[in-house]
């Protein structure tokens, strides 16, 4: 089941196909902090208006427009569902430049280095098992500290404003994002060779 | 409201299906009551071609060339067709390129000999219901890449039909389920076929059917069962018969296939089956005995295989095996017990089975085409792009522009510029796939780009990739200083070219007898008949958002069409079509956006999520 909705004063849609701003396409406030029902809620009822499959029987311009709003949609959508691509999307918004290749988190370092070297033991047979889980363990728990803590700093931005976060705000969030962005790469390295394990 | 209909155009067997007061129903053949329509064709030694059953009839007395399983070689290359396949089919010898059959002094593409097999389903509807038939929705393995799609389209349009839409087939076994909107949860539509494996994992609310990933192969199926038991029982026969050279008889493979095959659907209820092989020189046949144990070992390894498909959408879509809420199983290949009991122990739930696995996947087609006729409003798929596309960039490496599991339609934009001074055109190799290196993965097309000739860095173009809600790809590029947007002519690395596609037209003998000059020009009046009704519908509504002067150049616009269709030349009508369709841009734009408002005005998300309601 899924849990029943206040809807006695539901957000009415107020979208701006055309903005360059993924919230406006998708009628939401600009807030970082976002819910993730009312951002499905607001996808579902834009595809819902401007899928291609209900503008069968139009002009054939009608149909190419509704077929990039929809794409236009699906896009906003699709950045906006996962934190790290909603952070990093808006902070280019905010006119940020990120770096396309940033090296290895500072902050990260010592545990990037222990991860490959144990998974290269691993693989060379050098280490056991239980080394590595203990290193997934390691890694969510930090992936997980991390997310918390991205949450949090959403919520501060959204209280300054865009136009009021200073630049230290934003070095924190790229900051984070890189961290959070490399903790995932890791705990995909890691499970895929355990997978391999398992496997054999 | 015209009628459209759904179509599975499978590897083994084909449907044709319509919605009837809501519910889909699979169209029998009015002569012989079948449903299915076994995807053969024979063109027999006397100029004939026999599609379905008759094929399969003239396949068993060995008369004829056989096609059966094209589906396996639609918008492939020479050069991905693998050594089993080079036997099976009457392929003219070539080592890249398109794939051709040689037909007695003729030369066929699959999507050709695929249109016979939508002819005869086309046959069977406009029978059945005693008016023509034209439009139709067409079901695709999910992972199909865009020229096995492209393929499709193809073979539709040789059959004369308009292929309003590809969909994919686990999304429309999903359709064909979740029939009631109250439904919702996390489903996982396993679709084994004869010849593809699908998986995608759904998730289903108030009538949305959200597609999170899809994994799958398309050269996997229940073909390849037959063939590892075929194998097992040619080894066994040459080894117990003292006769080797029976491993590469024609003949005794045919049989061997035929036997595996039916001895693989005895075993579904039976333990223990006998096949039994007709040897040159043997006086009496050759048998085997085959327990389901030993027939699961053979078939367990390739079994295998989709669960790790399983665990790859799984992956891709963000959740665990214990999350899915449901699994529903589509394709003839689900009956082997042994698939059933693999689906089983990977998800920790019973599989459902309710609807015939042969027939859901029409349905569900059926149930899509009705959307698209506007009869169900209620209901909603929105799909995905099974393969990641991209573009060769330096030192061979693929560029992912769109990344696998992207929502469809979808457009991505990418800057190109000339890497040295004065060229006049760039290159773009378009490419899908999920291999790091551009020769690793499918080629799609190749394009060049014109720019000005300026110093290297300085002519900026901008070019817009999109994939509709086919999982079609089509490309416009955009000059940055002038704003021109122009398509861009994408050759098919494997399709067919439209030229090719008229051509081909022309060359049918089932149209022999029809002037496909006329055929073409139909096609056109057609077209423009459509864009005239829904222009005058559009004025009326729209009367309002327009300027006078944009008002007057439409009604040129249009006397013009009208004036054209006087005529009978076809290029004449295009233009004025074009003409026409550019000049009501403006006002298709204001009328969606319009629309879109007033039914959002005043309402919460709740209130849209809840309606019916079409724009």
Redesign the interface.
């Known amino acids: 089941m ?1 849990p029943s ?1 206040d ?1 006695a004063r ?6 701006d ?1 055309d903005s360059s701003n993924y919230f406006d396409v998708l ?1 939401l406030p600009t807030r970082l902090a976002l819910n993730e029902k ?1 951002l499905s ?2 996808y ?2 834009l ?16 149909r ?9 949609v ?2 906003a ?2 950045t906006l569902r996962d934190p790290v691509s909603r952070g990093r999307w808006w902070l280019e918004f905010n006119g940020r430049k990120l770096s396309l290749a940033p090296g290895v988190p500072r902050e990260l370092g010592s545990l990037v280095f222990d991860v490959h070297d144990a998974l290269e033991r691993f693989r060379s047979a050098e280490a056991d098992i239980t080394e590595i889980e203990r290193f997934r363990e390691v890694t969510r728990d930090e992936l997980g500290r991390r997310n918390k803590q991205l949450a949090a700093l959403f919520g501060e931005l959204d209280e300054a404003g865009a136009s009021r976060a200073d630049g230290l705000l934003f070095t924190r969030l790229e900051n984070l994002l890189a961290e959070i962005s490399y903790l995932r790469a890791l705990t995909r390295d890691i499970e895929r060779t355990l997978e391999k394990t398992g496997e054999r | 409201m015209s009628r459209i209909l759904g179509i599975d155009l499978g590897t083994t067997n084909s449907l044709i299906a319509q919605v009837v007061d809501g519910v889909p129903h699979v169209i029998r053949d009015p002569q012989t009551g079948e449903r299915l329509l076994p995807s053969v064709v024979v063109f027999t030694d006397d100029g004939k071609v026999l599609v379905g059953q008759a094929a399969r009839d003239a396949e068993r007395n060995g008369s004829g060339i056989v096609i059966s399983s094209v589906k396996r070689l639609m918008g492939i290359g020479m050069e991905h067709v693998n050594e089993d396949d080079r036997k099976q089919f009457p392929l003219t010898p070539a080592d890249s390129g398109p794939v051709r059959f040689t037909v007695g002094n003729q030369s066929m593409t699959p999507p050709q000999i695929s249109a016979h097999l939508l002819r005869e389903l086309r046959r069977r509807a406009e029978q059945a219901l005693g008016e023509p038939v034209s439009d139709v929705v067409i079901t695709v393995p999910a992972y199909f890449n865009d020229s096995q799609r492209q393929a499709t389209r193809d073979a539709g349009r040789l059959a004369g039909l308009q292929v309003l839409r590809l969909v994919n087939e686990p999304t429309a076994a999903s359709l064909a389920y979740g029939l009631d909107r109250r439904d919702h949860g996390t489903v996982a539509v396993f679709d084994f076929g004869g010849g593809t494996f699908d998986v995608s994992i759904l998730r289903l609310q108030g009538g949305i059917f959200e597609v999170l990933a899809t994994n799958g192969n398309t050269r996997l199926g229940g073909d390849d069962f037959d063939r590892a038991v075929a194998g097992w029982l040619l080894k066994k026969a040459a080894d117990e018969s003292g006769l080797p050279e029976i491993m590469t008889d024609h003949r005794v493979f045919t049989q061997a296939r035929r036997e595996a095959e039916n001895a693989k659907i005895r075993l579904t209820t039976e333990s223990v089956t006998v096949a039994t092989l007709v040897l040159p020189g043997m006086d009496t046949p050759y048998e085997a005995l085959l327990t389901r144990e030993e027939f699961e070992t053979i078939i367990r390894a390739t079994a295998e295989q989709t669960i790790v498909h399983c665990r790859e959408a799984l992956k891709d879509a963000q959740i665990s095996p214990k999350d899915v809420d449901s699994v529903v199983l589509v394709g003839g290949s689900t009956r082997v017990p042994l698939v059933r009991t693999l689906v089983r122990e990977f998800f920790g739930i019973e599989p459902l089975a309710d609807i015939d696995p042969d027939e859901v996947v029409a349905l569900g087609a059926a149930v899509q085409a009705d959307i698209l006729a506007g009869g169900t409003k209620d209901m909603l798929l929105l799909d995905v792009v099974p393969l990641s596309l991209g573009i060769e960039t330096m030192g061979g490496v693929m560029t992912r522009l769109i990344h696998r599991n992207t929502k469809i339609p979808c457009t991505v934009v990418e800057e190109f510029t000339t890497p040295a001074d004065n060229v006049t055109s760039i290159d773009i190799h378009v490419l899908q796939g999920e291999r790091e290196f551009a020769r690793d993965n499918r080629s799609l097309a190749r394009f060049k780009l014109p720019v000005e000739p300026l110093p290297a860095g300085m002519a900026r173009v901008l070019v817009m990739f999109l994939i509709d809600a086919n999982g079609i790809l089509s490309v416009t590029a955009i000059d940055e200083k002038t704003k021109n947007e122009h398509t861009v002519e994408v050759k098919p690395s494997y399709g067919l070219t439209d030229e090719q596609v008229e051509e081909m037209l022309i060359d049918s003998f089932d149209n022999a007898e029809r002037d496909v000059t006329e055929r073409l020009l139909a096609e056109a009046v057609v077209a423009a008949e459509s864009i005239l009704l829904h222009t005058n519908k559009a004025l009326k509504e729209g009367a309002d958002l327009l300027q006078p002067e944009e008002r007057d150049g439409i009604v040129r616009a249009e006397s013009a069409l009208r004036k054209a269709l006087e005529s009978t030349d076809r290029q004449t009508i295009l233009d004025a079509t074009a003409a026409l369709d550019a000049a009501t841009k403006p006002l298709a734009d204001r009328l969606l956006d319009r629309a879109v408002n007033r039914l959002l005005k005043s309402r919460t998300v709740d209130e849209v999520l809840a309606s019916d309601e079409a724009v």
């Open positions: 899924t909705h809807n539901a957000p009415e849609i107020d979208h196909p009628g009312d809620d607001h579902y009822a595809s819902r208006l401007y899928h291609p499959d209900f503008h069968q029987n139009a002009l054939p311009a009608e190419l427009r509704a077929l990039r709003r929809t794409a236009a699906n896009d959508f699709t």
